[in-house]
């Protein structure tokens, strides 16, 4: 937890507190709203569990319609959380009358709890909080220290909806503001906000705005986003950035993942790639490999080291014994294995010799296993939790699943019917598919009602007027479908849930929908869902336009970008690594980032729209 600053009033409401014989509370003054308290602190032991409760019983001997009884309350709410006591500060903040705040406490108040939402991650509860016309009336008047709270908690918020760019202009401009031992952390903030962008955001943003300092960040984040994994060149491309910019504010304090004192080791130069290249999985790991050996070429243009790479098939030999002899043979990294039992199986050791970069995952964040590995793949729970968060967030509670009967798409289905009931949503509906169904009408018919409709129907006629004319249809109380498939499934997926009069629910879909190649005339049957996109399947958001064959199925053109990523993410892993310190990795897959020894992705979204994709504004 950040702790807040402790503004004058709140010290003197402590000394106060503390004497005996003190003054009557309606003389308590707190500073005003223009007058700066310190800006950041990273902590304060001035203030004690202790001191908090000797606020909180002061505020109830005092009157319950003054004021100063909503003033000492804020305050004792402020000190409880500087204590990490979250509940007990937002009960007794559940205690304070607003209207008798002043504008400086009214600030403290909807800030703090501000942040008590955010770290409960109630995201559409804190944008409802944000919107109120007080603070918006009040907000030109806001501390340093206040202005600060409030862009590090829209920031964040931000970056939940998927609208970074509303952070970039107020954190730039606040960062401007702030003396040169509070830049920072803002510093930090705001390179890792441009880390999230599409690249050609990065450009066309240049474009946007009149701000000089914004344009020299994006120019500086445009610069060096192709030569993320070549440590090398980033550093000399910076080093000729901050001679030509010497009055940015970056040349004087770059962000921590640019500072010379913060580089992270160079990752290593003897890697073993381990993929079963025999029956089944040839053609995924084939591909795999050929996106992995893409990165790794383009990596060999600018790099003036050259990694040395062997590859190793474990399509015919125990893991253990392929393992072994790849670090025997000099091996400092080894990444993969694929499959999902191997994987397993390295999680159930004790250590590893060498770092190991898996290519799969096991989907349980409780198996991180040893603590030289890191876990990696495509899991399409990373997808199904972002679909989650959205409609939530929108409120939409009742969901009718559509699922292949198999595969990921069964484990998909049971994962978020699972961690869905959790959070109190309701499935009104679940449809487990085979794999060569030709007409979706009749499996979706009774989930959706429609047959009972139709037997409704029947009866008014057989029994009051054989030439009645009825009309099916469909259940009401479905807000969402989710429907997981690919292409050519979900192309019949969707014509019949409009022929079933449900042509009007929003669907939801996993970036499996999606074959990075456009189909017009095809993919106008798909028309109005919206899915998770890999970035490599979205015109301009790589640095590098990323282009497997067009002939290949779905399912392999993301192998290629899996493979793609893996180069990213073992030349930058040692960064990853550095958590806080480094932000996020602009992958073909995703957003890339480290958490519990797994990687872990954030798709763009995207809709159909006249049988094209198109980026979508999530917000």
Same mark, same amino acid.
């Given at each position: ?25 309606? %003389? *308590? ?35 319950? %319609? ?62 409802? $909080? ?60 705001? $390179?890792?906000?441009?880390?999230? +962008? ?6 066309? +943003? ?66 073993? *790639? ?133 595969? $990921? ?126 970035? $490599? ?14 002939? +290949? ?67």
């Amino acid at each position: 937890m950040v702790k807040i600053s402790l503004n004058e009033g709140l010290r003197y409401s402590l000394i106060v507190a503390f004497i005996a014989g003190c003054a009557p509370p309606e %003389n *308590l003054q707190k500073s005003p709203l223009s007058a700066d308290p310190v800006v950041i602190e990273d902590t304060f032991d001035d203030v004690t569990f202790q001191d908090a409760e000797r606020l909180l019983q002061r505020a109830l001997k005092t009157d319950s %319609n003054s004021p100063s009884r909503q003033q000492l309350l804020l305050d004792s709410a402020l000190a409880f959380h500087q204590q990490a006591q979250t509940n007990r500060s937002q009960e007794i903040l559940n205690q304070i009358d607003s209207a008798l705040l002043t504008d400086a406490d009214y600030a403290d108040y909807v800030l703090l709890y501000a942040e008590i939402l955010r770290d409960n991650a109630a995201w559409q509860v804190l944008q409802d $909080w944000l919107e109120t016309t007080r603070l918006a009336q009040i907000s030109t008047q806001l501390t340093l220290g206040q202005q600060y709270r409030w862009v590090a908690i829209e920031t964040d918020l931000n970056i939940q909806l998927g609208a970074i760019e509303k952070s970039l202009l107020p954190s730039v401009t606040l960062a401007a503001k702030l003396p040169t031992a509070q830049k920072g952390r803002l510093h930090n903030q705001i $390179w890792d906000l441009l880390n999230r +962008l599409p690249s050609h955001r990065l450009a066309s +943003l240049q474009t946007e705005t009149d701000q000089p300092h914004l344009i020299g960040w994006l120019q500086l984040a445009e610069l060096l986003r192709p030569m993320r994994g070549d440590q090398n060149t980033q550093s000399r491309l910076f080093f000729d950035w901050r001679n030509e910019k010497k009055e940015h504010p970056v040349a004087t304090l770059p962000p921590d993942a640019l500072r010379a004192e913060y580089a992270a080791e160079p990752p290593v130069t003897s890697i073993a *790639l381990l993929l079963p290249l025999q029956d089944d999985y040839r053609a995924a790991s084939q591909t795999l490999l050929d996106g992995f050996m893409v990165a790794y070429y383009k990596f060999l243009e600018t790099a003036a080291e050259k990694p040395r790479l062997k590859i190793y098939d474990t399509g015919k030999r125990p893991l253990q014994n392929v393992y072994s002899d790849a670090v025997a043979e000099g091996a400092k990294m080894i990444i993969g294995p694929v499959r999902s039992n191997s994987v397993h199986s390295l999680v159930g050791l004790d250590n590893l010799p060498v770092p190991t970069l898996s290519l799969n995952r096991t989907d349980v964040p409780e198996l991180t296993g040893p603590a030289n590995l890191v876990q990696f793949g495509l899991s399409p729970l990373d997808e199904i939790d972002q679909i989650m968060e959205r409609a939530w967030r929108l409120e939409q509670r009742r969901v009718l699943v559509i699922a292949p009967e198999q595969g $990921w798409g069964r484990r998909s289905s049971d994962y978020f019917q699972q961690q869905w009931a959790k959070r109190g949503g309701r499935i009104v509906g679940t449809v487990h598919y085979p794999k060569n169904v030709k007409d979706f009408s009749p499996l979706l018919k009774a989930p959706l009602h429609i047959d009972a409709s139709e037997a409704r129907g029947l009866q008014l006629r057989r029994f009051v007027n054989s030439r009645l004319k009825t009309s099916a249809r469909r259940r009401e109380d479905v807000d969402l479908v989710l429907l997981l498939g690919y292409p050519e499934v979900a192309r019949r997926i969707k014509p019949s849930l409009e022929y079933l009069y449900a042509a009007d629910l929003p669907v939801y879909a996993t970036s499996h929908i999606y074959s990075g190649s456009p189909q017009v005339s095809k993919d106008r049957d798909l028309a109005g869902i919206e899915f998770c996109a890999m970035p $490599w399947s979205l015109q301009g958001h790589l640095a590098t336009p990323l282009t497997p064959e067009p002939r +290949l199925h779905a399912a392999l053109k993301r192998f290629f970008a899996l493979g793609h990523d893996a180069f990213l993410v073992y030349r930058e892993l040692n960064h990853l690594q550095q958590g806080h310190a480094s932000p996020p990795v602009f992958g073909a897959t995703g957003l890339l980032s480290l958490d519990k020894g797994q990687i872990t992705r954030r798709t763009q979204w995207a809709k159909f729209e006249g049988g094209r994709v198109v980026p979508l504004d999530v917000e």
